[in-house]
């Protein structure tokens, strides 16, 4: 006798654009994050450049000390929208395993079932549907 295979393997189910597209939508969030940075310090080297005096140096104290707190803030940020990317990444890696399991294992399952289902007719004990 053959054994019946059971029940078919059940297809995994995962958002692949979706993920694609929060993926890429990280990384622009994480280049402008960067951008803004860019052109914040472009912009403050034209502005201050061949400045002088009280005012121009209480200014560049204060500048220093923002831009240090925005630079650490962008750091934070930037370094948790990669740990975000890298999460997104893996878990598409191990939905496309999960898929690619399911392919084989699907192959597999149909072949037991049409050697079955032979058997089933051979022996006249009548088809069952699948």
Excluded at 16 to 22: G, R, S, V
Excluded at 50 to 67: E, H, K, M, Q, V
């Amino acid at each position: 006798p053959v054994a019946n295979p059971g029940p078919a393997p059940i297809e995994p189910e995962f958002p692949f654009a979706e993920a694609e597209a929060a993926k890429a939508a990280l990384a622009t969030l994480q280049a402008e994050l960067y951008a803004l940075i860019n052109t914040r310090d472009t912009a403050a080297a034209a502005m201050l450049d061949g400045a002088s005096g009280t005012s121009i140096d209480n200014f560049r104290l204060r500048y220093d000390d923002l831009d240090g707190q925005i630079r650490g803030y962008c750091a934070h940020r930037g370094a948790a929208l990669v740990m975000d990317m890298e999460w997104i990444a893996q878990a598409i890696t191990e939905a496309q395993q999960a898929a690619d399991d399911y392919e084989v294992a699907r192959a597999a399952w149909d072949v037991q079932r049409a050697d079955w289902q032979a058997w089933m007719d051979l022996t006249g004990n009548g088809r069952i549907p699948i």
